[in-house]
């Protein structure tokens, strides 16, 4: 299929070359319709080849969609160090406070 | 309780977990790599609506020639039907994401954070060992500078535990990924090599449009207006001349993509290995990212969008 987008896109290159050249309307015309046929010929056959890497896009959209989920959820992880040592510093507040209420019962 | 002793297993820990962390040259890979793939996915974008526009284009302009009569398909692009673009800037996007999530990772600083927690534990332990003193009416045994060891070391835990975490989940993500970004970029790479012929030829035949219709539109024209007309075609004319370079870069810069991707990834499982592959294929996807970058901004500023 790649071969005969190649051939085809050959093809309309030499029909360009002879458009540039040529001064005769009625050549122009027949130069014209001769490319815009060569040329819905090539859109397709290189549409079919396009058509076949679609479904990997497929598979490539789900797989990054979860690779941006877990890198957001590590992120969110790596927060979480600090909430532990914030956790820490609660239980020797929470520690200070019995003691208040020791030395008041004291 | 001797708590000058405290130190000790903390450091152990601190070892322990410093032994997986990410190095700051690994980190610099990640966020060069995420730049480099985020600028891509940004130029391939634009290069699949350039193909479909054009597409478009090439039919117009025979319209415009009074060469072809209009259809209503005539508006319709090569890569509108069968979800062709959609499809495609939907993965694109995907890769961007991709790309700002992973420097993310790599760009979570909670140093600041975990600092400020520990100076309020090492407030919280003074209170209390004050406040025990206070009750018992004798010393602990806990100086200041215990109590400040203990925090420091609580600040330095925090943050080698930070730096694992860190680089586990790059480690995890990027090689859980790397066949994903394979594929793409297998697929990129296929898509646009295969287009380059075409897209030379379309830019080919709408520079042979406009060149007809200036000829024809010459003799008609005053000076101004005849450079004006012509001022453009030189823009198609340039476009023609580059359109071939455009989509082989951006196919070898699919390739490059994934070269680097590898790296960074062998970069995590295997540390131990010479950087010098990694930093080489980091450098060539950001020099075909740059170079893709040029052509686009040239063509903008050309007025041909």
Not at chain 1, 17 to 27: G, I, K, S, W
Not at chain 2, 40 to 68: C, G, H, M, P
Not at chain 2, 74 to 80: A, K, M, Q, S, Y
């Amino acid at each position: 299929m790649n071969d005969l987008v190649s051939r085809l896109n050959d093809l309309i290159s030499e029909i360009n070359t002879l458009l540039r050249e040529n001064n005769d309307p009625d050549f122009d015309q027949q130069l014209w319709d001769l490319r815009h046929l060569v040329s819905a010929l090539r859109d397709s056959a290189l549409g079919k080849i396009l058509d076949q890497t679609t479904a990997d896009y497929g598979a490539a959209i789900a797989a990054l969609n979860d690779a941006d989920t877990a890198a957001t959820a590590a992120s969110a992880d790596i927060a979480k160090v600090q909430a532990a040592i914030d956790k820490i510093t609660g239980a020797a507040k929470a520690a200070d406070k019995v003691i208040g209420l020791l030395g008041r019962l004291a | 309780m001797n708590t000058r002793l405290l130190p000790a297993p903390c450091a152990l820990a601190l070892l322990l977990a410093l032994s997986g962390c990410a190095t700051p040259d690994q980190l610099a890979h990640v966020h060069s790599f995420s730049a480099a793939a985020g600028s891509y996915a940004t130029q391939a974008r634009d290069a699949f609506t350039r193909i479909n526009d054009l597409s478009v284009e090439r039919k117009l302009s025979e319209v415009a020639l009074k060469a072809q009569p209009l259809e209503e398909g005539d508006f319709t692009g090569l890569l509108d039907t069968d979800e062709r673009l959609a499809t495609r800037l939907q993965a694109l996007a995907a890769l961007g994401a991709y790309a700002a999530a992973l420097d993310g990772v790599a760009s979570a600083d909670n140093r600041a954070a975990v600092s400020q927690s520990s100076a309020a534990l090492y407030a919280a332990l003074v209170s209390a060992r004050d406040d025990a003193q206070k009750l018992t009416g004798q010393g602990a045994g806990l100086t200041d500078a215990d109590l400040g060891l203990v925090a420091t070391a609580v600040k330095a835990l925090g943050g080698a535990v930070t730096e694992a975490r860190r680089a586990e989940a790059l480690r995890t993500i990027v090689t859980r990924t790397d066949p994903a970004i394979q594929a793409l970029c297998a697929a990129l790479a296929a898509d646009f090599h295969a287009s380059v012929g075409s897209f030379k030829s379309m830019t080919d035949s709408v520079f042979t449009d406009q060149f007809d219709a200036y000829r024809r539109a010459a003799a008609g024209l005053g000076y101004d207006a005849s450079l004006t007309r012509l001022r453009t075609l030189r823009t198609a004319y340039l476009a023609r001349a580059h359109a071939a370079d455009f989509l082989e870069n951006l196919s070898q810069a699919a390739l490059a993509l994934a070269k680097a991707h590898a790296a960074v990834r062998d970069s995590f499982t295997q540390p131990s290995q010479d950087p010098a592959e990694l930093v080489r294929a980091i450098g060539q996807l950001k020099a075909y990212a740059d170079d893709i970058r040029a052509f686009h901004a040239s063509l903008n500023s050309s007025g041909h969008e």
